[in-house]
């Protein structure tokens, strides 16, 4: 059966927005399913019915689709069960309902995976894998309220998938044949150049990002404007640069056909002459990018320098799973933590070099004086998610405010997304805390998206950092910056790693709110020790002082962090 449906029940998934839609898409896959056994084909079918499970889940339509589950598992009695039971879990997670164990299920659909790959049915296995990986990186799994799956025990998380034959087949190093016969047309006269050959041109560093640029935007800039490197940027995702906009599958899907031998992705002349033209190319996020760039550059930039920086939330994504990490040079961290989490997870090449750096931040714009009022307020800087935990904060609050009823909550940033952006858990998590906030009335201050942060901290004498993970928390250490009392609850999902510990000085890292708030009424009026610390942060973290580690790191010199 074809992987992509077309025809009638193509057009019943795009239509199937109504009961009455759904109710067809479901009647339409149950019949193709009974055609597909009677082919003899029942493994296929199975996959095609959780694809479309997954289409109602993505819609909110969580109990039509285990319903569609549940109809399909009755009508099969062999291995092709574990597919649909799988599907069930991640469904389960879709709603933030416990699913059944799936341990069992899930070891069989990569056992379906693995004869599918000796086979030769590499769509099959590309499905089967496909699946596997919804569930075991879940967002509900490692984004919610609860401890991170991954963070926890990565071992044991990824025992099943790192055991497979397919995904070892997949995760192979993977190396360019000899000579130009797979380059696109048009940049064979570039590519292969010596990228030192030249030591009296500027450097020529390519920027790659997909669609998010944020923490990297600036530092662009820099680079832009320095006249020992000549600056280029590729968003591997905007319209009209390659021919498809890289997705997780695709990239599944890119490496299996790897893994056979066959050619890399198809890459368009000018982006493949961009490649070869660079001497060092920066693939911020450990995402689809950096996927994407581990695929083309054995063929396209096989003497530029590679540089993957990965920060927080890609480590409990796939993401870093599927780079071929033997076509990157250096895996660069924001913080210690980060890079022991994705040691532990993932079998890293020993040439691969290690690096940790704070991200680009010119602290020195957020020291600035106080007002009147920043005495009895503590703040937050980007609060609205649950990852961010701004509950663990409000219950600081009311410890204090029980001695204190002068105490205040700054919330700087924005409020948490629409309900319809967040999971099942989620949403109740923001709900609950919103239903905090407004019962607190005006003792707590929201600013909502705001470009004026260091103005907002001015009016905080605290500054607090409540989140379940961060890699550095840039708006933590521009509240340390400004003057601000630090504390730092110790991350739980990556405490075992380091957590913050591994980053600021043990003082300013507490474990229970409780603790917080004695921290805070022994110190917050202590200006000189406020001083001191925002003295070390702006010595330690302020671009001034981390962009020369850079200009090593991007020149290929020898680095000791």
């Known amino acids: 059966m074809p992987r992509s449906a077309t025809g009638l029940i193509g057009m019943l998934a795009r239509a199937a927005s109504s009961p009455v839609g759904e109710?067809?898409?479901?009647?339409?896959?149950?019949?193709?399913?009974?055609?597909?056994?009677?082919?003899?084909?029942?493994?296929?079918?199975?996959?095609?019915?959780?694809?479309?499970?997954?289409f109602l889940s993505d819609r909110g339509s969580t109990g039509r689709a285990r319903g569609l589950l549940a109809a399909a598992a009755s009508r099969l009695t062999g291995p092709e069960q574990a597919v649909l039971a799988v599907e069930d879990a991640a469904v389960c997670l879709d709603a933030a309902e416990e699913p059944r164990r799936w341990g069992t299920a899930l070891e069989a659909t990569l056992a379906l995976a693995d004869a599918s790959w000796c086979e030769g049915e590499d769509h099959r296995t590309e499905e089967l894998l496909e699946s596997v990986l919804r569930l075991l990186f879940h967002p509900?799994?490692?984004?919610?309220?609860?401890?991170?799956?991954?963070?926890?025990?990565?071992?044991?998380?990824?025992?099943?998938?790192?055991?497979?034959?397919?995904?070892?087949?997949?995760?192979?190093?993977?190396?360019?044949?000899?000579?130009?016969?797979?380059?696109?047309?048009?940049?064979?006269?570039?590519?292969?150049?010596?990228?030192g050959a030249d030591r009296d041109r500027p450097r020529r560093v390519l920027f790659v990002s997909m669609t998010n640029w944020n923490f990297v935007r600036d530092i662009v800039e820099d680079y832009r404007a320095d006249p020992r490197y000549e600056v280029r940027t590729l968003d591997p995702g905007a319209p009209g640069v390659l021919p498809a906009r890289p997705s997780r599958q695709g990239l599944v899907a890119e490496r299996l056909r790897a893994a056979r031998g066959g050619?890399?992705?198809?890459?368009?002349?000018?982006?493949?002459?961009?490649?070869?033209?660079?001497?060092?190319?920066?693939?911020?996020?450990?995402?689809?990018?950096?996927?994407?760039?581990?695929?083309?550059?054995?063929?396209?930039?096989?003497?530029a320098r590679v540089i993957v920086r990965v920060h927080s939330f890609e480590a409990s994504t796939p993401w870093p799973q599927l780079i071929d990490w033997s076509a990157v040079d250096v895996l660069l961290t924001v913080?210690?933590?980060?890079?022991?989490?994705?040691?532990?997870?993932?079998?890293?090449?020993?040439?691969?070099?290690?690096?940790?750096?704070?991200?680009?931040?010119?602290?020195?714009?957020?020291?600035?004086?106080?007002?009147?009022?920043?005495?009895?307020?503590?703040?937050?800087?980007?609060?609205?998610?649950v990852r961010k935990d701004p509950g663990w904060t409000l219950d600081v609050l009311d410890l204090l405010r029980q001695d204190d009823p002068s105490w205040r909550l700054l919330?700087?940033?924005?409020?948490?997304?629409?309900?319809?952006?967040?999971?099942?858990?989620?949403?109740?998590?923001?709900?609950?805390?919103?239903?905090?906030?407004?019962?607190?009335?005006?003792?707590?201050?929201?600013?909502?998206?705001?470009?004026?942060?260091?103005?907002?901290?001015?009016?905080?004498?605290?500054?607090?950092?409540?989140?379940?993970?961060?890699?550095?928390?840039?708006?933590?250490?521009?509240?340390?910056?400004?003057?601000?009392?630090?504390?730092?609850r110790d991350w739980p999902d990556v405490a075992a790693w380091g957590g913050p510990g591994a980053l600021f000085p043990a003082e300013w890292v507490v474990r229970t709110p409780a603790e917080?708030?004695?921290?805070?009424?022994?110190?917050?009026?202590?200006?000189?020790?406020?001083?001191?610390?925002?003295?070390?942060?702006?010595?330690?973290?302020?671009?001034?002082?981390?962009?020369?580690?850079?200009?090593t790191l991007i020149d290929g010199g020898p680095t000791t962090v």
């Open 140 to 195: 509900e799994l490692h984004f919610s309220s609860s401890p991170s799956a991954l963070a926890e025990e990565p071992v044991d998380h990824l025992g099943a998938l790192h055991a497979s034959r397919a995904w070892s087949a997949l995760t192979s190093p993977h190396v360019a044949p000899e000579g130009d016969g797979a380059l696109p047309a048009g940049a064979v006269e570039t590519a292969g150049q010596d990228a």
């Open 411 to 488: 919330l700087i940033g924005p409020e948490f997304p629409a309900t319809g952006s967040l999971t099942a858990s989620q949403a109740r998590t923001a709900s609950e805390v919103r239903a905090r906030i407004d019962r607190l009335g005006q003792c707590v201050t929201v600013t909502g998206q705001t470009d004026a942060v260091a103005e907002h901290l001015r009016d905080a004498a605290v500054i607090v950092s409540s989140s379940r993970r961060e890699g550095t928390h840039e708006g933590f250490i521009q509240g340390v910056a400004s003057g601000a009392l630090p504390v730092c």
């Open 335 to 385: 913080a210690p933590a980060i890079r022991a989490l994705l040691e532990e997870s993932l079998d890293l090449p020993c040439q691969l070099e290690r690096v940790t750096l704070p991200n680009r931040s010119v602290l020195t714009d957020y020291h600035l004086p106080k007002t009147g009022q920043a005495a009895r307020t503590i703040a937050m800087v980007g609060w609205g998610s």
């Open 516 to 551: 917080a708030a004695e921290r805070i009424r022994a110190l917050a009026d202590d200006l000189g020790y406020r001083d001191a610390q925002a003295r070390d942060v702006l010595d330690r973290w302020d671009w001034s002082v981390v962009r020369g580690s850079y200009d």
């Open 263 to 303: 050619p890399p992705p198809q890459v368009p002349a000018a982006v493949a002459q961009d490649l070869a033209w660079a001497d060092t190319v920066f693939v911020e996020w450990g995402a689809a990018a950096a996927v994407w760039m581990s695929l083309v550059r054995p063929y396209l930039a096989p003497r």
């Open 23 to 54: 109710r067809a898409l479901v009647a339409l896959t149950l019949s193709r399913l009974a055609l597909a056994r009677s082919r003899g084909r029942s493994l296929d079918g199975a996959i095609e019915v959780a694809r479309r499970a997954r």
